[in-house]
């Protein structure tokens, strides 16, 4: 999910099993809609509630959309990325993430996952939504 802050800033992580900074995302749980999912996602790797505006795009390209896990296993996602408006922290997360923090467009990590960068990119222009990509 893509989450900006009043400032529009955006929410990134840093994810514990790579190090590397992503938007926050998860797997969807039976009976879940995928909104609830994103809410719940970022409610668990964050600690930020979190307002769903609308449908940033549906992810599926190969060449961002495949990950690599430290463990050797090799997959390849489709992702649903919401856009979001960050409503209250509640200083709570799971150990997914070793820290979260709100970066500027002009600021954002060297160490960003494939995965983050077109989406990021999409949110930032002005083209009608939602991408498929």
Do not use: K
């Not at 990134?12 to 590397?20: A, E, F, I, K």
């Not at 390209?61 to 050797?72: N, V």
């Not at 709570?92 to 002009?106: A, C, I, K």
């Amino acid at each position: 999910m893509l989450i900006r802050d009043s400032e529009g800033r955006i929410l990134l992580q840093r994810r514990s099993d790579t190090g590397w900074w992503g938007l926050p995302g998860g797997h969807l749980n039976p009976g879940e809609s995928l909104s609830e999912c994103a809410a719940r996602e970022v409610m668990e790797e964050t600690g930020w509630r979190v307002e769903v505006i609308g449908l940033l795009g549906i992810y599926s390209d190969p060449e961002f959309q495949t990950h690599t896990y430290p463990d050797g296993n090799v997959v390849q996602f489709v992702a649903t990325v919401f856009e979001a408006l960050a409503i209250e922290n509640t200083g709570t997360r799971d150990d997914e993430s070793l820290s979260v923090q709100f970066f500027s467009q002009h600021e954002l990590p060297e160490q960003l996952m494939r995965t983050s960068r077109p989406q990021i990119a999409d949110a930032l222009s002005t083209v009608h939504r939602p991408f498929i990509r």
